[in-house]
């Protein structure tokens, strides 16, 4: 029997996709193909990791212009990497060899390397591409954003690590004692954040994008403006906080065997952290604990309510002081380059505020949405519906982005 057999394809033929080539690219020896290689990769690191553990995050950073976004990213994911060390810090360690070794060493040497990562970005020569001591894609895209000239300060990151690494020796321990710690907690941490983006946004020459914001704050007599956006970053930071407290109850009870709660809250309507954690691991209990549960639940998230409902009236405040700003500025008759920047800009402003001053504030929209479903389902923690993905975030954010709320 005769078999036909094809004609091979010579090894050079690129014809149907029949040739793969077995020779290695040329390694990159150009420091600034080798420096926009390495920051490319840590651009895709970064975006995957906020995309999985904070889709939220992600979805908002589309609101941003192009040139800021690696820097938001490497911000959230910063807070994505220590919130790993802190919120999981009491299991790290346990599977060690050695008994000798305390559970939170491994996780004092994670918070140590991050405080050391930061000091290699502060030592960055902007005459140089140079990206030698920094060991992770987080620090790699931070180091980026300082030798590009945006405004990110490095003291605001490490208290951020500061605060978390305090959490893991203290309330990720015994848990939170009052409401307040929740706020001290969150003001160390999201609020921070809130800081560094606004901050980020209002780096000078940025393709136009914060020439406004700029102008208006180094006018004369703009305290009150100034002490707004930071009251207001500082609001949604607390809120946030408890939030997310509030969000991962059932996770954390699972997990370390801990209630987010705080202590005076549970003494208050008579919960026990036993009980509580029964209920949250999904045992039987009575209708009573269920109903304490739920009046904690309630107290906590009116704290968190009442930040959101400060920061909007806070925005309001902003606005109208902008607007009478600018009032002031037309009554003048001086006639400098300024003045003309500012009235200028803020006839193309959407409802009388700029982006570089409003993007940094939607990270309160998600919050503010899950506030609304908690109310919805009275407070109902382990409610299933709770559990679901928040379908409405892209309308909101682009609905309150146009009308400048949240």
């Known amino acids: 029997m005769l078999v036909r057999l094809a004609r091979r394809a010579p090894a050079t033929s690129l ?26 990769r840590a651009q895709v690191d970064c975006d995957d990791k906020v995309q999985k553990f904070d889709p ?16 938001y990213m490497a911000i959230r994911a910063f807070n994505i990497e220590l919130s790993k060390v802190s919120m999981g810090g009491s299991s790290l360690g346990l599977s060690g060899s050695s008994s000798k070794v305390k559970p939170t060493h491994f996780a004092d040497m994670k918070f140590a390397f991050w405080d050391e990562q930061l000091d290699k970005c502060g030592e960055l020569n902007p005459s140089k591409l140079d990206l030698h001591g920094l060991h992770d894609p987080v620090s790699t895209l931070i180091a980026d954003s300082v030798l590009k000239g945006i405004n990110i300060d490095l003291s605001m990151l ?6 978390h690494k305090h959490y893991l020796h203290n309330e990720g321990v015994r848990g939170f004692s009052t409401i307040e710690d929740m706020c001290s907690f969150g ?86 952290q036993e009980d509580a954690l029964r209920m949250a691991r999904g045992e039987p209990v009575g209708k009573e604990i269920k109903e304490a549960l739920k009046n ?40 400098d380059t300024n003045k003309a920047i500012l009235e200028n800009g803020y006839r193309k402003l959407r409802k009388g505020l700029p982006d570089c001053l409003y ?11 899950y506030l609304e479903r908690l109310q919805k389902y009275d407070f109902d923690i382990l409610n299933p519906r709770l559990q679901f993905k928040e379908w409405r975030l892209s ?10 709320v949240f």
């Open 15 to 40: 014809a149907k996709g029949c040739y793969f080539s077995t020779q290695t690219a040329p390694p990159i020896t150009d420091p600034l193909d080798r420096y926009v290689q390495r920051v490319e």
């Open 158 to 163: 490490k208290q951020m690590v500061y605060s």
């Open 359 to 369: 993007s940094p504030f939607m990270s309160a929209i998600p919050t503010v949405l």
């Open 296 to 335: 904690c639940v309630f107290e906590v998230s009116t704290v968190a309510n009442d930040n959101i409902l400060s920061a909007r009236n806070k925005l309001q405040s902003l606005k109208d002081e902008i607007h009478t700003k600018l009032a002031e500025l037309k009554k003048t008759g001086d006639d």
């Open 187 to 272: 003001e160390g941490t999201y609020s921070q954040m809130n800081y560094l983006i606004q901050s980020a946004a209002l780096t000078p020459e940025l393709y136009d994008y914060s020439s406004f914001g700029i102008h208006l704050l180094e006018s004369p007599a703009t305290e009150d403006i100034r002490n707004n956006l930071s009251d207001i970053s500082a609001h949604i930071g607390q809120a946030t906080a408890i939030c997310s407290f509030i969000v991962g109850l059932k996770y954390f009870a699972q997990k370390n065997g801990q209630i987010t709660i705080p202590v005076d809250t549970l003494v208050k309507h008579r919960l026990s």
């Open 395 to 404: 309308w909101r954010a682009y609905r309150d982005y146009h009308k400048r």
């Open 56 to 71: 939220s995050s992600f979805l908002l950073s589309k609101f941003l212009p192009p040139f800021l976004r690696p820097t």
